[in-house]
């Protein structure tokens, strides 16, 4: 059997990547305080990478640590105790934009060193070019489709990692400053603030450029048959019933894959799960198309809230069959809940009673973040999580 | 420092009492300045021999387009064009693998922001960057200090903002069933104006207030080698004037506010872009 294609998912902070690797991803990527492109996510400290690292390596997964901030000179400085630091807390590679990073990093250390979608690498040459410079995997620019892709597979043997699902830029990554003149936040060190979502007029009529997200649940097949060596989910601002929803879909097409039990009736079925969590239109973009007129949006606000995650499981009594979940949004005494766990277990519960934390009963959970009780004869481990059920 | 010109009109002679350094675009590889054919490059390396002439091949190349680049590539330097300014890195790989002579000007336009990248790319063979529009002079001064490479930055004209492969006005008025009759439109958000032209590469956005880059052109004298003066959606008239004020300044025949002042009349504006203004990194520091 060929090597397992890899499920690489992002993490914003040490809870997220707990449950990332409990839901099925090999591997997953990180910020840490400085010089990651998402400046405003918690992000982690050294003791937080060093224990997500512990956490990760002792079920068999990887930690990629982002460091793909365009460099300024102020940046440059402390950049290299900085590398030391982390390659010592145990990653296993830096996603970087900077070449000048590279040589530094692959003469230092024995990690590894993947070139970040930020440069935008469309083609074989440039991929030749970056296999010289010692780059271990490139993230490809988001525009490349199939044919290409498995070019430079075929032509390079390079490792390549695509993204597979989440929010999509609108223009090239790298060559996008839009924030930096709309918000003087530089969009390039981690302050984008996402103008290409903004509405703009245009002949005194409504405008935007806001494009769908990015959905390849249908495509995976393909994708694992033309050699992609990772497959990247965008978000590291994303909750943990996102991800943990993300990744079990995925982990499950993959794995089907692999069984040889893969079919559409289980793609559709991942496919609805994932539809739900969105709150935008999904498409495959350039994937397997030009983008084109069907990929963006064009008036309105088309952003909808979700309200499907209902509460996470922080306790299991195996004794007493008391379960505890901290809530997050509404629902009562008498609906049915769907529940699914890290070991991909997922099935329906009615809920009889409900308790508060002082085990007092209560006929319904409507205080986000309360902590809540309910009694369940099966055994759910600890990041369990629940969602709202449409019959 | 040379003033280097983004021309919108093929005639080099109407630019040359004021400079012979220009830079223009290669049809269907430059997202922008004025596109030339390769045939038209020839005839004026032949006519304006004493002419710096730089090509940009800026666009995001793509595998298809691999073959047709060598061409062209070997072409420019058995010509000996003056600089190719280019994005993406195949061309740095092309010219090594043979061995050209041609010099290379790296030109991510947004992401040459720092003394040791540049330094990492003179390394590898190129003679100039071109400096990121989003960085200040103190930076761009620090990078002079501790990097050998020539550089060029832009100052004036309508600053490059976005690229995206994707055709937004095209779908936007396939969208609503309109014609699309204009070569470029204005869109406004929060009263911010932005230019926004489409071309067969995709979308391209920049911004609608003009960089008068006569301060840091003062400023930057004696540290960048080239400033880039682009004529792109102006009018010629106008922009001879610019051109010409730039040149009376340079060569000490006007002082800096009246030069200053002069293009703010010419263009309304007396935007200086991010010279003076520094970008904010993180909006809330987490240490």
Not at chain 1, 140 to 147: S, T, Y
Not at chain 2, 154 to 161: A, C, K, R, S
Not at chain 2, 227 to 247: P, R
Request: with cysteine; proline share 1%; glycine share 4%.
């Amino acid at each position: 059997m060929k090597n397992k294609i890899e499920l690489l998912s992002p993490a914003g902070d040490l809870d997220r990547l707990k449950i990332a690797c409990l839901y099925g991803a090999d591997a997953v990527y990180i910020g840490g305080r400085d010089y990651s492109l998402r400046a405003n996510a918690q992000n982690f400290s050294i003791e937080e990478i060093k224990e997500g690292c512990i956490f990760a390596h002792n079920l068999g997964k990887k930690v990629y640590l982002t460091l793909n901030i365009v460099f300024h000179n102020e940046d440059i400085d402390g950049v290299y105790d900085y590398i030391k630091k982390v390659v010592d807390a145990g990653i296993d590679a830096f996603i970087v934009s900077d070449l000048f990073l590279v040589h530094y990093i692959k003469e230092s250390f024995s990690v590894e060193v993947h070139l970040s979608t930020q440069d935008s690498t469309t083609n074989v040459e440039s991929v030749k070019y970056l296999q010289k410079e010692g780059i271990d995997r490139v993230v490809l620019a988001r525009e490349v489709g199939r044919d290409d892709i498995k070019k430079i597979i075929d032509e390079t043997g390079m490792d390549i990692e695509c993204f597979i699902h989440g929010a999509m830029c609108t223009f090239y990554s790298g060559r996008c400053v839009l924030s930096n003149y709309f918000t003087n936040r530089d969009s390039n060190r981690g302050g984008c603030a996402q103008i290409c979502r903004f509405n703009f007029t245009l002949l005194d009529k409504p405008f935007t450029m806001a494009v769908k997200d990015l959905n390849m649940s249908y495509l995976i097949r393909e994708m694992i048959d033309i050699g992609v060596k990772s497959l990247k989910i965008e978000g590291r601002m994303r909750s943990s019933y996102y991800l943990a929803t993300v990744l079990s879909s995925y982990r499950t097409i993959i794995d089907n894959y692999y069984n040889g039990t893969l079919n559409n009736e289980i793609i559709t079925r991942e496919n609805k799960i994932l539809s739900r969590i969105s709150n935008r239109d999904n498409s495959t973009h350039f994937f397997d198309h030009e983008a084109d007129i069907t990929d963006q949006y064009y008036s309105g606000r088309w952003e909808i809230s979700n309200q499907d995650y209902l509460g996470i499981v922080v306790d299991y009594d195996q004794k007493t069959k008391l379960c505890t979940i901290n809530q997050r949004n509404y629902f009562k005494v008498g609906d049915t809940i769907e529940i699914f766990t890290p070991n991909r277990d997922h099935f329906l519960y009615k809920v009889e009673e409900l308790y508060n934390e002082k085990m007092e009963k209560v006929d319904k959970a409507n205080h986000a973040e309360e902590t809540l009780h309910f009694y369940i004869d099966h055994d759910l481990p600890l990041y369990s999580m629940i969602r709202r059920y449409y019959e | 420092m040379k003033l280097l010109v983004g021309l919108n009109k093929k005639d080099f002679s109407l630019y040359l009492n004021y400079t012979n350094s220009f830079i223009i675009g290669l049809k269907d590889f430059s997202i922008n300045y004025t596109e030339f054919s390769l045939k038209e490059i020839k005839e004026i390396r032949e006519k304006y021999p004493n002419c710096e002439i730089f090509v940009s091949l800026n666009k995001n190349i793509f595998n298809k387009d691999l073959e047709e680049l060598e061409k062209i590539l070997l072409f420019l330097d058995e010509i000996k064009i003056n600089g190719i300014l280019f994005y993406d890195l195949s061309i740095l790989s092309i010219s090594k693998k043979h061995h050209l002579s041609i010099p290379l000007i790296w030109g991510q336009e947004h992401m040459t922001t720092n003394y040791n990248t540049c330094n990492y790319y003179l390394n590898k063979g190129c003679s100039y960057v071109y400096l990121s529009s989003e960085i200040t002079k103190d930076e761009i001064e620090e990078i002079k200090c501790r990097s050998k490479v020539r550089l060029i930055s832009f100052l004036f004209g309508y600053p490059d903002v976005s690229f995206s492969k994707r055709k937004l006005l095209t779908n936007y008025f396939l969208y609503h069933n309109e014609k699309m009759n204009q070569k470029e439109y204005e869109i406004i958000s929060d009263d911010q104006k932005y230019l926004i032209q489409e071309n067969n590469l995709g979308t391209r956005i920049l911004h609608k207030e003009i960089l008068n880059g006569i301060k840091p052109f003062h400023d930057l004298m004696n540290i960048l080698d080239y400033a880039i003066l682009s004529e792109e959606f102006i009018e010629h008239e106008v922009f001879m004037e610019v051109l010409k004020t730039f040149y009376e300044f340079m060569n000490h025949l006007i002082n800096e506010d009246e030069a200053f002042n002069k293009i703010k009349e010419l263009t309304g504006s007396d935007n200086t872009g991010f010279y003076y203004k520094k970008t904010i990194y993180k909006v809330k520091d987490e240490k």
